[in-house]
């Protein structure tokens, strides 16, 4: 019977093993803090600094497309950036053409998570913001929303017409709008070539981590004024805004897994190429 | 005790039980999940056509009676006789997706990202100046790793480098968007994470590790068994 190495051994460890490991090392910052270093990227912040750089009172169509696989991670960006919008007293429409219940993150944001701030900067529903909910046809209805809003949606999420909302009587078509918010997923590549595109509108992207790299072309073409992603871009907002909030607060599991992960990958690329050098002379006939 | 938070600490675990093996709970649970996806996809949908097809439609209204009947056309997919009805609104979908799609599409994806590219390479920052190298260099290698009319093979050496060169650059841009889909899980991981150990559903952690150590003690004793009795 052979003796087996350390290598072979973590070759071939249970990868039930390296799941229990990996929970219980992201379980630490849930008790206790780490407080892992985070660093503002230059897409975030012109993101911040193009919205910042808005005249108070301006009119924001915020488009959210996302599931709720996409909740975890966009929706701290959505809260991070809704807040700033809040506290430039902005007009906000929002809407989702790809994704149906991407319809229930702007109630959530503003009667959920946000409500303090919200009461507190005297929003009122139909007056400063409005939520249009779901309209179906992706490219289509996006397309249909620029020319003329009320093609495509007559009434809001809770069933309203529009014409009853104070704040819609401004708009009749995107270019009413002077800013637009993209959050999401699906409807990412529509909305660049729908919205941005032919209509110029100064468009800014909250995205997936798993988007990021797709979508930072579109920033370094200058086709977007700003772009982050993730729970990391929730962390970077909120740190640009210095207003804490749950990026910031979740960054230390995330970073933390990450961490261990690259170190599993170290580890297991040394086994691998061990255990390949050791097996190689063995297999051309050469003795140890 | 939340009871909401109870259900969704349940789902979570029942969920995560796939790490450590198949099982029927998971399968349970996987179930609920596309399920409720789906229903909740569809009760939207059907919200939709019924406020801005049927309500226009029964107060006169005639135009919605166009895309009603288009979508009631895609059904005859199912009945042999007429399969060929089904057609025309996916002629009419597909017709227009395509030509929208035209529209913005080059815009954005080809003359913004030309423009973008064809760059001054020297600049007075010196790292954007070594981004821009490794642009030039990447848009050239990886351009000419698809250079399928000339036999790579038989050409000269400066090319097979270049063309290696692309590999490369390309293997890194696939490796970055695996690490960002990592941390996009990590994300999802987070939350749930955060969920049953944050709140009252860390009760549940307990009850999660007591079923998995029952069922790892039967297992093993169901072995042994089984192993006396071949012996």
Sequence with gaps: MTEKSIFSKLD???????????????????????GLPITVTKPTLDLVNAIKALPDGSKIFFEDDYTPLGHQEV?????????????KKMYIVFASFYTPEAALWPPYIF??????????????YGVNYAFLGFIPGGDTSVSAFCLKIRQVANVDYYGTPLDQLPIMNNFEKIQDFNFCVT???????????????????????LCMGNDYSNMVRYYQAGAIKGL????RGAAEIEMALNTPGEGMSSMDIVQGGFLLLVTFIIIGNISYFVAKYRSKPLQEGNKR | MNVEILIAGVCTLGV???LYKMN?????????????????????????????????????????????????????????????????????????????????AIQVNLFDQIRATITPIIVSDP????????????????LTYFIFTIRQRTTSKTIMTLSNLGRYFMMAGFGCEVGQGFLTRMAYFNGRLQLLERTDAIYLIPIAIAIVIADFTLVRQRRGKASQDRA
Aim: charged share 10%.
């Design chain 1, 12 to 34: 071939n460890i249970d990868r039930r093993i390296l799941w229990l490991i990996f929970i219980a090392f992201c379980s630490i910052p849930v008790f206790y803090p780490l």
């Design chain 1, 228 to 231: 982050t992603s993730g729970l």
């Design chain 1, 183 to 205: 959050s999401g997923s699906t409807g990412l590549a529509g909305m660049l070539s729908q919205m941005q595109a032919p209509y110029k509108m100064p468009m800014v992207i």
């Design chain 2, 127 to 142: 790292l954007n100046t070594f981004n821009n190298i490794i642009i030039l260099f990447g848009f050239i290698s990886v």
């Design chain 2, 24 to 104: 029927p709970v998971f399968r349970v649970f996987e179930s609920i999940f596309i399920a409720t996806a789906m229903g909740t996809s569809f009760a939207f949908a059907l919200n939709y056509v019924i406020t801005n097809a049927w309500y226009p439609l029964s107060k006169g209204n005639m135009i919605g009676l166009i895309p009603l009947l288009l979508g009631a056309m895609c059904f005859f997919t199912f009945v042999k006789k007429y399969r060929y009805l089904y057609r025309i609104p996916i002629a009419f979908c597909v017709g227009i997706g395509t030509a929208l799609g035209m529209r913005g």
């Design chain 2, 16 to 18: 995560w039980s796939y």
């Design chain 1, 75 to 87: 929706t701290p960006e959505c809260i991070a950036i809704v807040r700033l919008l809040i506290s």
């Design chain 1, 111 to 124: 009667n959920v998570a946000l409500s303090k701030e919200v009461e507190a900067a005297n929003y009122k």
